[in-house]
């Protein structure tokens, strides 16, 4: 009977590790099918706005007028790349 007991016991462990091992394997096919292609970066996201020209003789205020203007253009791009992926992110919980 003891000998019985063992070799249940053995067998019972063995295939405790085997199921583990089992999940394992299920778990990254799992995370390899569930895999998500994120479109493409917008490409007004990665421009680059450019300063401001200095106008020789033009009054130094309207360069910094402009160069805000710029600035401004820039931040809102920003905001509209970053509502992009926050809105794709929350699609994709």
């Excluded at 091992?21 to 292609?37: D, I, P, S």
């Excluded at 994120?38 to 200095?54: D, F, N, S, V, W």
């Excluded at 130094?60 to 007028?65: D, N, Q």
Aim: hydrophobic letters at 40%; one cysteine or more; charged letters at 25%.
């Amino acid at each position: 009977m003891g000998a019985l007991a063992l070799s249940l016991a053995l067998t019972l462990s063995g295939c405790g590790n085997s199921l583990a091992r089992l999940h394992k394997g299920a778990e990254l096919q799992g995370q390899a099918r569930a895999r998500v292609n994120l479109p493409a970066y917008p490409a007004e996201c990665r421009r680059h706005e450019p300063h401001a020209p200095l106008v020789e003789g033009a009054d130094a205020t309207s360069a910094l007028k402009r160069e805000r203007a710029a600035l401004g253009r820039a931040w809102a791009r920003t905001d509209r790349c970053a509502g992009f992926y926050d809105d794709l992110r929350g699609k994709l919980k």
